[in-house]
């Protein structure tokens, strides 16, 4: 790209006379400082603003007889000029790729059969059914599934340790027996208040601690038992399928997504 020096300097001019008439200065009447000292203060302010607008200029009318598609913002670096007449200028820019469609007459597809037997349709069902799993309050001990709600403080030595004993946590039950573990058992108690011994996981945050056997108290707040949906109508509403005339129906008209 190119831009002429000449036409620069004209551009220059003329906005350092307008903005002359409203300029302020100490000293000075506004409108009445001399263009001299306002081409002082302003002038490379002033002739940086008309060679960017320039250059823009001609960017976009070189890339619109180009007929090129612009992506992004062009990195624009200035050239060593031939004469001191005009400004030459480079730009590097990435473009949209031309995409051309071919002949699809000749084309074929082939459209995969997918048979859904029984099996699949009851363990999809399951699954679904799993995904909206709802917890209900449980006055019984823990069982396997369970969601626990346990306060536990741990101790090692008899001393309290950072992290052994934290908020108020829920987490699902894993057994349904207290035992020695890597770390503490929190899912397997069956009574509200439950002393558990345990080893500190080796890869633990504190250092000092890690890898010694600790004593957890623990107390079960809630138990929260499993229950998940029927098979009825209303179940095949949360798939999305209003008419389907039961569970299966509706698992086989569901979203794929839905079962995973």
Known sequence: MSVAVEEIDRQVDERLKKLARDVRMPGFRPGKVPLKLVAQTYGPQVRSEVLGDAVQKAFTEVVKEANLRVAGYPRIEKKAAADDKA???SATFEIYPEVKLGDLGAASIERPQVEVDDVAVDRTIEILRRQRTRFVPASRPARDGDRLTVDFE??????AFDGGKPRTSS???AKAACCRSSRPPRAAC???EQDVRGQVPDNYHGKDVAGKEASFEMEVKSVDEPQLPAL????AKQLGVAEATSPRCAARSAPTSSAR
């Open 232 to 235: 009825d109508a209303e179940f």
């Open 171 to 173: 987490f699902r039950s």
């Open 190 to 192: 069956r009574r509200r």
């Open 87 to 89: 400004l030459e200028f």
């Open 154 to 159: 741990g101790t090692i030595a008899g001393q």
